[in-house]
C-alpha cells in the first residue's frame, strides 16, 4: 500500500488428467445403482467401466482462473476495493445412459460417451464485487465503520454447471417437455447490495 492505492493479481492454470469417475457426471465410471443391486455400491464408486463397451479413458483437460483487486482511499476516511474474478468454463461433451439387459442386471447403469470430453465449454464467467466502507470515531478507542458491499455488479446470469445427459425433462410449472442436454443447474448469483457495520474498541 503505497500513495493511498494498491493492487494485487493472480492468475493460475490447473490441468487436470484421471481416471475420475463423477467428474459433470459425464465420467464412464460414472455408474449407479439401486441399493438392493449387487453391484450398487462398486458400480458407483469405480472409475472404470462395467460392461465390455464402456471406456476406461483419462479425463484430460485444463481451466484457468484470473483475479485482479485493489484498495483505494481517496479521502475522508473512505476505503474502497473493487475485486474483479474471471473464470475459465469447464468442458464437457454428451453423454447418454444405458442400462445392461438381462434378469437382476437392470438396476445398474453406465455413462457412455457420445463426443468428447471437450467437445463443448461452458462460458467464461466474469464477476465483479465492490466494498466501499468509512470509518468513524465516536470515542477515543471506539470506532464504527459503515460498510457498503455489492456483488455481481453488472448482474451477470453466467450458466455455471449444465446437464450433460441425453433425454428429456419435464417443466414441473408448465408440464413442457425439453431436451435435457445443455439445460442448466446453476448459474451466478444475482446483484446483491449489502449494508453493514462493525464496531471496534
Do not use: C
Not at 12 to 21: A, C, H, I, L, R
Not at 88 to 117: H, I, K, M
Amino acid at each position: 500500500f503505497s500513495k493511498k492505492w494498491s493492487m494485487v493479481s493472480s492468475f493460475t492454470n490447473t490441468w487436470t488428467s484421471e481416471f475420475g469417475s463423477s467428474y459433470f457426471g459425464t465420467g464412464a465410471g460414472g455408474n449407479y445403482g439401486s441399493s438392493g443391486s449387487l453391484f450398487g455400491g462398486f458400480a458407483g464408486s469405480t472409475g472404470f467401466p462395467i460392461t465390455p463397451n464402456g471406456k476406461s479413458e483419462k479425463s484430460d483437460f485444463s481451466q484457468w482462473n484470473f483475479k485482479l483487486f485493489g484498495t483505494f482511499e481517496p479521502a475522508w476516511g473512505l476505503r474502497i476495493t473493487p475485486v474483479f474474478k474471471v473464470q475459465q468454463g469447464y468442458p464437457y461433451g454428451r453423454v447418454f445412459t444405458a442400462s445392461p439387459a438381462g434378469a437382476g442386471a437392470t438396476a445398474v447403469a453406465q455413462n457412455f460417451f457420445a463426443e468428447d470430453l471437450t467437445a463443448h465449454r461452458l462460458e467464461t464467467a466474469k464477476q465483479l464485487d465492490f466494498r466501499a466502507d468509512k470509518n468513524f470515531k465516536l470515542t477515543g478507542r471506539v470506532k464504527l465503520s459503515v460498510i457498503v458491499d455489492v456483488y455481481n455488479v453488472f448482474n451477470a446470469n453466467t450458466e455455471l454447471n449444465v446437464r450433460a445427459n441425453t433425454g428429456t425433462l419435464t417443466i414441473s410449472q408448465t408440464g413442457a417437455v425439453i431436451p435435457l442436454f445443455n439445460t442448466p443447474t446453476t448459474i451466478l448469483p444475482p446483484r446483491i447490495a449489502r449494508l453493514s457495520g462493525r464496531l471496534s474498541w
